[in-house]
Nanobody, 116 residues
């Protein structure tokens, strides 16, 4: 069973940047297309971005394209989410998981807080 651990969150001012990491253990990350998701206070968890198993194809929520970049390093069993020009509305807990319909166990997520 794969275990996912997100890291890299924090408090940042509007306009700043953060890079989130998603480290996998237990199974090879390259077996999965990976996605990033986020859950803001009082809201449902929503899709942010996804990347194919090879890393060749990427997908984004339209509203985030251009500010967020998803990537992966299969040799390091890690996926990343680079977030630039952050806005207060990006404040949320960010999670990684399989981008497919069948999800693995959710990690604890990484808290991202953007101050105005």
């Amino acid at each position: 069973q794969v275990h996912l651990e997100e890291s890299g969150g924090g408090l940042v001012q509007a306009g700043g940047s953060l890079r989130l990491s998603c480290a996998a253990s237990g199974r090879t990350l390259s077996n999965y297309a990976m996605g990033w998701f986020r859950q803001a206070p009082g809201k449902d968890r929503e899709f942010v971005a996804a990347i194919s198993r090879s890393g060749v194809r990427t997908y984004y929520v339209d509203s985030l394209q251009g500010r967020f970049t998803i990537s992966r390093d299969n040799a390091e069993n890690t996926a990343y989410l680079q977030m630039n020009n952050l806005k207060p509305e990006d404040t949320a807990v960010y999670y990684c998981n399989s981008a497919g319909l069948i999800k693995v166990s959710w990690g604890q997520g990484a808290q991202v807080t953007v101050s105005s």
